[in-house]
């Protein structure tokens, strides 16, 4: 297993369109995560899963934001009709129940023009 | 709510040089504290990860330390190189109900000039 991977790592997009990332966590790891990341800023908590489980969503995730782990296995995040406040670096992590530490992806780049 | 501050911002040292960066978070209740290291518009690579009960944990030439009554740890890095040039985060999970989420600091730019 090569850790976490994410797809694709840089995204140009026009305000109002709609953009799908993939996320595909290390094999074992049942918990995952989506981070946002703006410039001089540290990242930023969006949502959580356990297995297929989506347990919280943090106030940042608007109505235009929605992620799925179908099977507990990859998850996607999907924005509906960007904004040019979307614009930012979208961290997925993954790592076990316990007092483990996160293992991060690359990340996805997102620009809205 | 937990608050994760790194001071300095920003550093700038010549190479071969020791150097300390720091981290201070509000809330002492925590299951770990993770450093990570992020080259620019790149994804974190994690550094050493300290779990409540350690004082510190060292790999190579860094070593991290861990003093959660104070609500401080410290990231030690020896003979610091070029390659070290990167931006440094901490982040604290958290005891509490939440406590699988990651509060991160915003990070300190590390500049180590040849």
């Known amino acids: 297993d090569t850790g976490v991977s994410q797809d694709p790592r840089h995204k140009i997009t026009k305000r109002g369109q709609n953009v799908t990332f993939r996320c595909d966590p290390i094999?074992?790891?049942?918990?995952l995560y989506w981070y946002r990341q703006t410039l001089g800023q540290g990242p930023e908590f969006l949502t959580y899963?356990?297995?297929?489980?989506?347990?919280?969503k943090s106030r940042l995730l608007s109505d235009r934001f929605s992620a799925e782990r179908p099977k507990g296995s990859f998850s996607t995040l999907e924005i509906q009709r960007t904004e040019q406040g979307d614009s930012a670096m979208y961290l997925c992590?993954?790592?076990?129940?316990?007092?483990?530490?996160?293992?991060f992806g690359s990340g996805t780049r997102l620009t809205v023009v | 709510k937990q608050e994760v501050t790194q001071i300095p911002a920003a550093l700038s040292v010549p190479e071969g040089e020791n150097l300390v960066l720091n981290c201070s978070f509000t809330?002492?209740?925590?299951?770990?504290l993770q450093w990570f290291r992020q080259d620019p518009g790149k994804g974190l690579t994690s550094l050493l990860l300290?779990?409540?009960?350690?004082r510190e944990q060292t790999s190579g030439r860094l070593n991290a330390s861990l003093d959660k009554s104070s609500g401080r740890s410290t990231l030690y890095i020896a003979a610091s190189q070029p390659g070290d040039s990167a931006t440094y985060l901490c982040?604290?999970?958290?005891?509490?109900?939440?406590?699988?989420?990651?509060?991160f600091g915003k990070g300190t730019l590390l500049t180590v000039n040849p």
């Open positions: 899963f356990q297995n297929e489980a989506q347990l919280e």
């Open positions: 982040a604290v999970r958290g005891s509490g109900g939440s406590n699988y989420k990651l509060t």
């Open positions: 809330d002492s209740a925590i299951y770990n």
């Open positions: 992590a993954s790592n076990e129940q316990g007092n483990y530490g996160y293992t």
């Open positions: 300290i779990q409540s009960s350690q």
């Open positions: 094999s074992e790891h049942n918990r």
